[in-house]
């Protein structure tokens, strides 16, 4: 071999040699390196944004209204002239009315992060999810913007021993969960008859902002146990065009041409009764309606569509409203505190409307309501009438309605 190729030869070794060892050195450092830092010579900044103002660059100033505190002492404070002042008022007009502005309301000040502390923002927190910037510079634009919302399913599943709001409290679900399901199920469960042993199951949706907790959205499902009957409730939409509304499992419509009840959140005191002791009269005596005991001034809601063909006071029966909802049914609303602005003989009023308060008017012992339905002119047992349900799922959509509650039904049986 001459000289030539024995130079050739280590060359290329040494080249294999360096490659080999580059290679060794890249992936050790490779497998050994701080998993924080990067390959790249510099960090990519992810900026923090709130408000869709970048703040990581900003003072952060969070504080409250206090009692007494309008926009202008808040400006002022932060150091904006009267000029300034002015021009924002007037930017205001079409955005949002500052005399709303409430005490025990968040807002927050951002000024630059310097020695100069400059105030660049006020945002002010209309809601939970709705609030207002006002640019502290020129030209000093006002506008509202919302923040964005994470829903997330949840279920609950409790057994009442007293109340159900007791029940979904114990289950450490939110309280306000109760009233949503008396919504749900108000025209075919009367709440101020559920029994200790019943049952609840539901599937809803709770809204989070920024990953804190601002209420219920809406129930998916439910499923009520009650007198050895269930009560299932699924939302549907039938109509792209309209709001959707609550079936059970056959199609029906929960919705009925009568509320099951005309108040909340109440206890029934006396029943439907042939001879019942009266308490002031203290004699015995038909009572053709139910007591419902409440706190004076509760609000009293009509129990379906109708026109208001008496109002007036009664001896006996205090304030009363007298309602005709169709040429079978009426309904008459006795002791009264008062009546709701507007209602008078001749009103036409639709179901759920407010139409008077609790009060304890007439021959009364306490405030409570004494509710009484007449069927073709004769009285009937409110806690046991039975009212029509409204339109069901349609013939076409059933199959689809179907198979959309199956894995529901499934899961609310399953919790």
Not at 207 to 234: D, Q
């Amino acid at each position: 071999m001459n000289r030539k190729r024995v130079i050739i030869l280590i060359i290329t070794l040494l080249i294999l040699l360096i490659a080999a060892l580059t290679f060794i050195i890249v992936h050790y450092h490779k497998d050994h390196q701080d998993p924080g830092i990067s390959d790249d010579d510099e960090t990519e900044w992810i900026p923090v944004e709130r408000y869709g103002i970048v703040v990581d660059t900003l003072e952060m100033h969070e504080d409250v209204i206090k009692s007494g505190e309008t926009l202008s002492v808040i400006l002022e404070r932060a150091g904006i002239g009267s000029n300034a002042a002015n021009q924002i008022y007037n930017n205001c007009k079409d955005v949002m009315d500052t005399r709303k502005i409430r005490a025990g309301q968040p807002y927050v000040l951002l000024k630059t992060a310097d020695s100069l502390s400059v105030p660049l923002y006020l945002v002010y927190e209309n809601s939970k999810i709705q609030y207002t910037v006002f640019e502290l510079f020129e030209p000093y634009n006002v506008y509202q913007k919302e923040n964005e919302i994470t829903y997330i399913s949840d279920t609950i599943s409790c057994v009442i021993t007293s109340s159900l709001w007791n029940a979904i409290v114990e289950d450490k679900g939110d309280p306000a969960l109760a009233a949503e399901l008396a919504d749900v199920y108000q025209w075919t469960i009367d709440f101020f008859g559920i029994q200790k042993g019943d049952e609840c199951y539901a599937i809803y949706e709770k809204r989070f902002v920024e990953g804190k907790y601002i209420g219920l959205n809406a129930i998916e499902a439910a499923l009520f146990k009650h007198n050895g009957k269930n009560y299932y409730a699924f939302y549907y939409q039938q109509d792209s065009s309209k709001k959707g509304e609550y079936f059970d499992e056959a199609g029906q419509s929960l919705r009925r041409e009568f509320l099951k009840a005309p108040l909340n959140y109440s206890r029934i005191s006396s029943g439907f009764s042939n001879s019942r002791y009266h308490p002031v009269l203290k004699i015995y005596r038909p009572h053709h309606g139910v007591d419902y005991a409440a706190p004076a001034g509760t609000p009293v809601f009509s129990i379906g569509n109708g026109k208001v063909i008496e109002k007036g006071y009664d001896k006996g029966g205090g304030n009363y409203l007298k309602i005709k909802h169709n040429s079978v049914y009426t309904t008459v609303y006795m002791h009264l505190k008062g009546f709701a602005t507007g209602i008078k003989q001749g009103s036409s009023v639709s179901q759920g409307e407010l139409i008077g308060y609790v009060g304890s008017t007439g021959l009364s012992t306490g405030p409570h309501l004494d509710f009484r339905v007449y069927k073709n002119g004769s009285p009937i047992n409110p806690l046991s009438m039975q009212s029509p349900p409204a339109e069901p799922v349609s013939k076409e959509l059933m199959p689809v309605y179907l198979e959309y509650i199956t894995p529901v039904q499934e899961a609310l049986d399953g919790l």
